[in-house]
């Protein structure tokens, strides 16, 4: 059953009703994830200015390793798969590195 089969039967039936009503819940979540996402970059670009501002380097290979072994640790906790959380957060760092060189 496709979206266009849930959203053009009739009468709604309580299962399709309830796959509409989680896709309209992922879709909000999605919405934040990604404006939480705009907020680390953007944090990111003012990390760019302090670590230029301070003279260090924009890479730190150990803080974002330990930044991506807390992401598991917290997986882990909740119930979700290290693995995939750790793959997710290399790229949140690939983003805020390049956010922090465009600064700096």
Do not use: C, N
Request: proline share 4%; net charge neutral.
């Amino acid at each position: 059953m496709t979206a266009t089969d849930v959203t053009a039967a009739a009468p709604v039936t309580p299962a399709a009703a309830r796959l509409l009503h989680a896709r309209g819940e992922i879709e909000r979540i999605d919405r934040e994830l990604i404006g939480l996402i705009a907020e680390r970059v953007r944090i990111a670009r003012e990390v760019g200015v302090a670590k230029t501002e301070l003279g260090i380097p924009t890479l730190d290979p150990a803080r974002e390793a330990a930044v991506v072994r807390r992401a598991g640790e917290l997986a882990r906790e909740l119930g979700l798969g290290d693995e995939d959380v750790r793959y997710i957060f290399w790229h949140l760092i690939g983003l805020s590195r390049r956010a922090q060189m465009e600064v700096g």
